[in-house]
DNA sequence: TCACGGTGTTAACTAGGAGAGAACATCTGC
DNA sequence: GCAGATGTTCTCTCCTAGTTAACACCGTGA
């Protein structure tokens, strides 16, 4: 039996390519060195368990897996088009201005609306007060993604979905699953993902995005 | 959050003591030092990951496990079917454990729930990590309300709703309206509230309850 | 065409910690 | 008493995790 560390490499690198995330990304989000990073994959050097573990964690999979041999390889590229004029904002959750009020009821035809990329919005639920946090409707039209270049995006904090209507892909590091209707989602913000309606009708969901304050 | 690595030694020592092997033992086995067995256990020191691995290996366990909190390993996240219990918490927040996974995907028919008084049932939308956090769907049966005795409740937080189906009076503080459809709230929790359903259809709504950040 | 930003790779180097080895203080049971 | 377990804490060494270069390779645009 040959030993499992020697896949350990290989095994991160391929999982960083599925994420669709670069090496020196990878690095900056460690705070290591990129070198150092391409040394890893390449079996040329070994992390310590601490970057091992936050290693994992940026992936989003368990540390188990990056001792497994062979994954499958599963495609999902990307595909481009027309190109869009976006809302853009670093974090989902600074999309609206945090309100002072302290009781926020909205009624559909009166919602505050964000319209990014190519056939996304965000209908704002409720004008809070809080400045860490978004409660919103998101609309996906039929081909609508995340990100138009079909890369994943992350950062702090948490997400919570919920499937009102039609159908959205959510790729979340390796994990790749299809929500509808009525089903839900939480998950650590900080893993790499992205949404896509592959369906033929559009996608509606009620999201929940919030920070936990950390800086960085 | 406090880093999981400095969990790793305690958690070693501890499914070390569960196999009933001697710290003497196990670094024979491992080919390293008694001493460095004793220094990895105490925090004093870190393995690599080759003797992360084979720590792990040869404890039984997957790395994972390693980097858990405490104990109780306990694989199965109660994935089967509706499971009822009586709910009596301070805190809607508390209503379940957190879980320790970083990503959780319900479906419809298979979500934990939890029966209140007269007609009220909270179903969990994620197995969130976060303590903080609580994601539902909330069902009120005709007739139903928060508190069977008419009395406003509150507590620390900040709370979010959209409604599915059927309507609800919600009160909160001296303001009182209609919640149907489409429509959505958001208010800060330490305000007097209570909900209650006048009509003859139940009321259903995706339901968020997030406390401060406050860690207990 | 060159410049510039991105990508991944390799070499040379260093500081820090992985791990050894001894000596320590316990407990048994003979 | 001693001989054998157990786990702990020193001190010390040498290896290596991680750095800073500089490298070559794209694209894209002016």
Known sequence: MKDPIEYLGPRLKEIRLKTGLSLREIARQLDVSPSFVSQIENGKSQPSVATLYSLAKLLGVPVDVLFEAHGEVVPAPTKSSAEVERGNFEHPMDAWDSSRARISAVNPNNRSVITMDSGVTWERLAAT??????????NYEPGAETNKTGELIFHDGFE??????GELEVTIGDLVLQLSKGHSIG????????FRNLGKSPFK???FVHGCGIEH
Chains 1, 2 share one sequence.
């Open 129 to 138: 007060s809080e400045g860490s946090v978004n409660f919103m409707e998101i």
């Open 205 to 207: 969901g009620v999201w």
């Open 160 to 165: 919570y979905g919920y499937a009102l209507d």
């Open 187 to 194: 998950f650590d913000s900080s893993i790499p993902h992205r």
